[in-house]
């Protein structure tokens, strides 16, 4: 029986027996379910009072972070879990995991679990990606949180974004695949799309590779082909459309970055949310200096390199933060 055989793997990986191949066995069974994900974090929230509350944090954070299976912390070949997350799994064991376990099985699952929504999270300079219920893949970029419900894929599909995150949406003619990011709503059958929507930003963009969306504003409906790519903004609340190249907006995905007409402070938060860095300006006014392009973010130092050799500007690295300055020897062969 499958439970029991992911039963057996728990207790093995408790006393230290489970092999390489096991425990990755057992991450990925966690992360191709969802709600088992959950269950497992409401047993460390709900276990007695005893328990130090800064290791319930560890441990809640620790799963997150191995189930999520952030790009950074990703081994190359092999899966491990960090010493907190096997702490974890011992506390477990003695507040009767296992025979909750068993009871997790059960049809009665609890209204707790119902009502509490999941959330994905990639952390600052990390990345991370997942298989929902229905068979949608996610990825997630950097410093951007994904939350949705225990019904999700009963009635309908829908997902709240604070990020940027690509979606391959499993089809299915049903139920309606939404995405809310603040009073914008994305609405698809199935299809291929991105979109980043900060909460910080001024605007939310979405780009389409594949199929067709419709988006749903306070006062507009807007209807979205292969290619288009748009841009609302939050303050103006307008929305406008261009053909693009999808892949230059969601190649992230490939350590590739795209800037359509963004100024060195929009790209300067983009770099800290990668790299999961501060930076400062020297001088004001270079903040508005606008670049379009792309460049390789295999790592930050070929992303700055790229971006001071189209315009007037240096920088440094100190203390884990980037200083752009104003270079007055180049100014002459830019025009801003």
Known sequence: MEQEHYLDLFEKYIINKATEEEIREMIHFISENPSLHRWIELQIQNAPAEINKDLKNSMLNNIRKEISLPEKSKPSTTIRFKKGFRIA??????????????????VNKTKEMAEEPFLIVAGPGEKANMTLPDGTRVWLNSASKLTYYNTYN???????????????????????????CVDMKVEVLGTTFGIKAYDEDSIISMVLVEGKVQITLPEKTWVMKPNDRAVYNKSTKKISSYIVKPRDFTDWQ?????????????????????YNIDYSFEDESIKHIRFTGAVDNTNIESVLNAISLTAPIRYTMKDGTILFHKDNRKEKYFKE
Do not use: C, H, M
């Open 89 to 106: 799994a011992s506390v477990i064991l003695l507040i009767g995991f296992f025979s909750g376990w068993y009871q997790y099985w059960g």
């Open 154 to 180: 009963q009635k309908n599909r829908l997902l709240k974004l604070n990020g940027e995150a690509y979606f391959e949406v499993a089809p299915d003619a049903e139920k309606i695949f939404s995405v809310q």
């Open 254 to 274: 490939k350590n590739k970055l795209r800037f359509e007409n963004e100024t060195l402070q929009d790209i300067a938060i983009t770099i800290a949310r990668i």
